[in-house]
């Protein structure tokens, strides 16, 4: 994005938040309504002129199926040999430069090709 589209995102967010705490503030500072003449209403009563009758549900048919048992032998894996690391290089063959301080601290480098 680039700085003007971040400007205007930014100024639209912090402004849909003055918007929203104005509003909440309005609302919260209205007086609170009070009804005075409020009646409770009569509750409808339904009278059942028959009485329900249920029928027993019909028996749902269930089916078994056999246990299946599936067996793998264990693989076996075959032992692995860790290998030597290779042994070091020779100081004569690397074509190392003389040693020289290093900049910052006490201690020396050597530079190897």
């Known amino acids: 994005m680039s700085r003007k589209q971040l400007l205007w ?12 705490s104005g509003a909440f503030a309005f609302a919260m500072n209205q ?11 009569p509750i409808e009563r339904v ?9 027993p549900s019909p028996i749902i048919p269930t089916f078994t199926f056999p246990e299946i ?11 692995r040999v860790a290998a030597a690391p290779p042994p070091p290089r020779d100081l004569q063959q690397m074509n190392c430069a003389d ?5 910052q601290g006490g201690n020396a480098v050597r530079e190897c090709q």
Not at 9 to 20: D, H, P, Q, R
Not at 33 to 38: K, N, S
Not at 69 to 79: E, H, M
């Open 47 to 55: 009278e059942l002129t028959q009485a329900v009758v249920r029928t």
């Open 9 to 20: 995102l930014g100024s639209a967010v912090w402004g849909a938040g003055f918007i929203v």
């Open 69 to 79: 048992v599936i067996t793998v032998p264990r693989a076996q894996l075959a032992p």
């Open 31 to 41: 007086p609170l309504t009070i009804y005075r003449d409020v009646s409770p209403r």
């Open 99 to 103: 040693w020289r301080p290093l900049e």
